[in-house]
């Protein structure tokens, strides 16, 4: 099932130490969770693409966010293209589903089934330090 996933790669890994901080690598190559209510997007409510930081790869729009009141940035649906990868989560003693990046594996954060239920109750609560906001109308080119 894993089969398609990218093995570690020393290269791309000396690119993220030096390029992302301490909190956006440890989030994402670590499996790290930003403290609660301390993420930039976690209020962000403009118009634009969310993409993964360590590869760019599109993950969501500002139309599939939703204010969750959890903490942490939600979004009730994936961008099509994002071929987001869930994993089991038992760590902490707690039976819960990750999201990684479809493209380069970086750890997004969790997702649980409390979402809104008009777009399928799913919410995806994701650390600000995983993503980079690019502002802009929700089109894809
Ligand atoms: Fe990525």
């Not at 909190?23 to 403009?46: D, F, K």
């Not at 634009?48 to 939703?66: H, V």
């Not at 589903?97 to 995806?124: M, N």
Request: with cysteine; aromatic share 10%.
């Amino acid at each position: 099932m894993k089969e398609n996933m990218p093995r570690f790669n020393p290269e791309r890994d000396r690119e993220w130490r030096e390029r992302l901080t301490r909190l956006q690598y440890h989030v994402t190559r670590e499996s790290g969770t930003e403290p609660p209510n301390s993420g930039i997007y976690y209020m962000e409510e403009r118009e634009g693409k969310y993409l993964c930081i360590c590869c760019g790869n599109i993950l969501f729009t500002s139309e599939m966010k939703y204010h969750s009141n959890c903490g942490w940035p939600a979004f009730h649906t994936e961008h099509p293209d994002a071929g987001i990868i869930r994993l089991e989560d038992n760590s902490f003693r707690m039976l819960r589903v990750e999201v990684r990046c479809g493209s380069c594996d970086a750890h997004l954060g969790h997702v649980f089934d409390d979402g809104p239920l008009q777009f399928g109750g799913e919410r995806y609560c994701i650390n600000s330090a995983s993503i980079d906001f690019v502002q802009g109308e929700n089109n894809d080119d």
